[in-house]
């Protein structure tokens, strides 16, 4: 522990301040509506000190390179859009669900800085447990409760399931510092092939953790209960705070940390992307309640996050002149940026339109918002073609870098290969799959009669926040160079030659 | 390498007057969408601005048209700037756009139809009218980008961006089955359209690899000048084909892929019913010229046969299934099938008279189908129903209707003289060629003359429900559904109005124009036609040349023999007549 140390992590530091003594503060001031404001505040701050620092690498358990710098300021970026949101929060325990949001965001940032698995676990857990609190209070009411248990359970588990894979992590390499248990596993079969078994052990476990963060597919199914039962405003956090994190663990501990076992790594990644998105789109086209629809939404993209994700483990950086179209984890950063925007941009519109006291629930209540709310209505409609991936909004840079990564990644003789051309192609048909379901709001909109006069109530917050996020997609769609070029130099450096061929040729 | 040549020649006037154009052309694609932000206000002021945008930019296009020079295949009024590069990666994605001897004329017919759109629904669009022609200048600004667009991502930015506009417009302002309508048009095409794209994204990457420049180049033209050079692999090449084939073959619509066409046509106001027709299905067919021809030239080959066999399918299907229709609307969305099953004829028999009669014929279905669509809106306008048994001898009310629809007809049908005549012709023409002629895969012969006969057989069906359905409408006893006008002022249907045969004037002009005087088209457009079917031509020519190599090896088994049947295949000509030999030798 160093001043440098310390040094990097001032804006994690300032931000769990804030929440600190918004929680402290909130037991004597009565007043309800200042938190989000002191929030944002916090958050602000928190940017300003993320500013003055530069890309720099370090050994010991925190660094500040590229990723780390990318994590923070994309998991700011997300906290300020959730906070404004925040904003009409009228309930009495305002200070605490402002807190507890910003402890998350520094969570994410934990992940994203961290280089040793504890620390990583550590971030990890800084995500979960605000997550249960967030949860609780987002609702009263018996159904909220019993989602929150439910995914109070599974996280759990999810989390002892991380920590045990962990755990073999750290036998195969004798070490929790990320860098050097990559230099061991690279060593690892010069030592002896027990040693990688070890390690593919602990990377099944470690998927598996992960993939219910990520909402994968076979650990998804608590999600669309979850999202049905609570807050517009929670599920927009779970949509997007806990899919970070999960992403960027799995960068940090498998494609950084576990060079060597790419092979399996792959092919973990691959399958669970294939079913992942599969099962999410074609569940989705079925669905009537607004939140559980985007619940299997976001499914469905955790899915197209893992296409890129077994790209980057399978090619690396996908040659000697990388590019967002050819290296996977770029591309996942960029789909997991784009994703985002789109998705907190959604249920913004959703949480502005629902009325005091009530939440909009059901599909039909949408209808004829075309005609009684065009502005929001207009937003919405971009947002929802941004996630279906539709020319020039910003998902249609997302999906292009996904499939141009899967197409890029060479069989054989510098030809497709087979694998991964099959998963582009079952990948692009799932987009038109979810097309047919964000159509079908944007049906809703615009081709219905209105059933009723609409009274949007979520507050000036909520309006800011989806006019932010329609924005944001606008202009990546029109102008994505400066935000692929970000990714690009967030993906993290090959630990190891791209082993496909290799691989290849064993099998 | 290809940005545009006044920054190097700036004194030179050919070269400022190109660059001029290249603003002209930008300026089209910017004007509708500055509109489409501007627009605004209730339906008088909306429409307004639609029509003088819409137009401003068939002028500028007219002139664009006009300027065209004859006998070049460079790249006419090209704008060039970079859009998505990174800083030392290889990604050099460009907002690239220029107009060729293919392209320029499907942009002026865009362009000249956009104006069609606008004043045909003039009078029937109220609600929501701001919003309706918003989504009609994007619609034309999307539309005009993809002829113009010569970089593959502009290019799919804009082929996707029309879907978006023309959704609403039919699921808004549709008839009844509108919202199923939009739905299953845009999820028809989408579907087809997204594996184009992993096709697009597959020949961008293996030029990427293969073609040593380290420069991951969208740009159409230097990928076609690549491939050519070194072509892809041919397995996947095959798998590039199908790909493409997915997305174009669903936009065309080819037989079996065409059941959103008639649904879409059906529901869709006039306004975009004139547009799909017009504009969007000659997408598919300038997809396969564009990018399945001179990209995947070996896979052309390889499905010619079958390609075939489904246009010939899909001019016979869409005539039949025409012939049946008891709704105006959907008898002449059948003949689009049908029409655009010439296109693909001409097109995939891969020779210079069928792609010239294909250009011909998309231009030219363009403009009578359009114009159809237009005039069954007029009609529906005044009587509010399309079926075809509640009308009879309409001729007597609406003269000027009748004039129009006959001319239009024959246009349609193929009349000499008129536009339909000239693209007819020389696809079957150059389908007579081909089979009778030309090279022919073995065992196919048969097929290939049975083809060209159905093709005729094709002409004469359509003759007859087209005239069929003129006849029927117009003539005959006076039988008038009842009058159903919303609006109270008039108390008769009247005949069509100055605004409407403004609209349909300048349609017969030009079909008329086409028919009497093709060459002026053929003279600009056969060098980029010749350019893009060259790598198929080069291909049919090698595998002539195997395939009389090999006979002749079997048969002769003479080193000489063999010899000599190369240097006669590889200077093979259309009129020479020894290509024909090789396919005696296998077929006897």
Known sequence: ?507 | MFICGPFLLDNDPYYRFLSLMGELLLSTLLLPMAGAVMVGGDYRRARRVALITALVVAVMAAVLVFSFPAGSTAPFAAVDVAWLGTDAGPIDVRLSLGLDGLSVWLFGLTALLSVVAVTVGWEAVRQQASLYYRLLMLLQAGMLGVFAARDIILFYVFFEFTLIPLFFLIGIWGSEQRRYAANKFFLFTLAGSVLTFLGLLAVVLWDYHHSGTGRMTFSIAELTEHLAVGPIDPGVQMAVFLALFAGFAIKVPLFPLHTWLPLAHVEAPAAGSVLLAGVLLKIGTYGFLRFALPLAPEAVVTAMPWLLSLSVAAILYGGLVALAQKDMKRLIAYSSVSHMGFCMLGLFALNALGTQGSLLQMVNHGLATGGLFALVGMIYERYHTRQIGDYGGLARRMPRAAFFMLVLTLSSIGLPGLGGFAGELLILVGMFDRAWAGAVPAGWQMAYRVFAVGAVAGVVVGAWYMLWLVQRVFFGPLREPEHRSTDETTSLPTDLNARETATLAPLVVLTLWIGVWPSFFLDRASPTLDRLTEPVQRVLERRQTEASGCHAHARVGMQVEVANMSTQAWTWHPENENCRYPQEVSTS
């Not at chain 1, 530091?13 to 402290?24: K, N, R």
């Not at chain 1, 990688?196 to 199914?221: M, N, Q, S, T, W």
């Not at chain 1, 806990?242 to 992403?247: S, T």
Request: hydrophobic share 55%; proline share 6%; net charge neutral.
């Open chain 1, 1 to 507: 522990m160093t001043t440098q140390t310390l040094w990097i992590l001032m804006p994690e530091m300032a931000l769990a301040f804030t929440a600190v003594a918004i929680y402290l503060a909130g037991a004597f001031v009565a007043s309800r509506g200042i938190w989000a404001w002191r929030a944002g505040g916090g958050i602000v701050v928190a940017m300003a000190l993320l500013a003055t620092q530069s890309v720099q690498a370090m050994a010991g358990p925190v660094t500040g390179d590229a990723l780390a710098l990318w994590t923070r300021w994309a998991a700011l970026a997300v906290g300020l859009l959730l906070v404004m949101m925040a904003g009409r929060n009228r309930e009495p325990d305002a200070p605490e669900y402002v807190g507890s949001l910003l402890l998350a965001v520094v969570g994410v940032m934990l992940v994203g800085t961290a280089q040793d698995i504890v620390l990583v676990f550590l971030g990890l857990e800084l995500v979960s447990i605000p997550t249960y609190l967030l949860l609780y209070m987002g609702h009263g009411g018996p159904a909220p409760q019993e989602s929150t248990l439910k995914y109070f359970f599974l996280s759990v588990v999810a989390s002892a399931i991380v920590l045990y894979g962990l755990s073999f992590l750290y036998g195969a390499a004798g070490s929790t510092d990320l860098p050097t248990i990559a230099a061991r596993l690279i060593e690892g079969p010069e030592r002896g092939a027990p040693v990688l078994g070890v390690a593919e052990i602990g990377l099944i476990l470690i998927f598996a953790g992960l993939g219910f963060k990520l909402a994968a597919v076979p650990l998804h199914f608590y999600a669309p209960d979850v999202y049905q039962g609570t807050t517009h405003l929670n599920a927009a956090y779970l949509s997007v705070v806990p899919k970070a994190a999960a992403l960027i663990a799995l960068v940090r501990l498998v494609v950084e940390g576990m060079p060597g076992v790419e092979t399996s790594a792959w092919r973990i990644a691959m399958a669970m992307a294939a079913v992942t998105m599969t099962y999410g789109n074609v569940v989705a086209l079925w669905q009537t309640n607004v939140r559980r629809l985007m619940a299997y939404s976001s499914i469905a993209h955790g899915g197209y996050i893992l296409i890129a994700v077994a790209v980057g483990l399978a090619a690396g950086k996908g040659g000697s002149h990388p590019s967002a179209l050819s290296d996977g984890i770029a591309a996942a950063l960029f789909y997991l940026a784009v994703y985002s925007v789109a998705s907190v941009g959604v249920f913004a519109a959703l949480a502005f339109l629902s009325p005091r006291g009530k939440q909009i629930d059901h599909l039909d209540e949408l209808a004829g918002l075309g005609r009684t709310c065009p502005g929001t209505a207009a937003a919405m409609a971009v947002l929802l073609f941004s996630l279906a991936g539709i020319p020039p909004l910003a998902g249609f840079w997302g999906k292009l870098c996904v499939f141009a990564g899967a197409l890029n990644v060479s069989g054989g003789t510098g030809g497709l290969h087979p694998w991964f051309v099959s998963l582009a192609v079952l990948g692009v048909l799932n987009a038109a799959v979810a097309a047919a379901y964000y159509l079908r709001i944007v049906g809703v909109m615009y081709f219905r009669f209105p059933l009723g006069t609409p009274r949007p109530d979520g507050g000036p917050g909520s309006w800011t926040a989806m006019i932010l996020c329609t924005l944001l997609t606008i202009a990546i769609g029109l102008h994505a160079g400066p935000l692929l070029r970000a990714c690009e130099k967030a993906s993290p450096e090959d630990m190891n030659a791209p082993p496909i061929q290799a691989q290849l040729e064993s099998d």
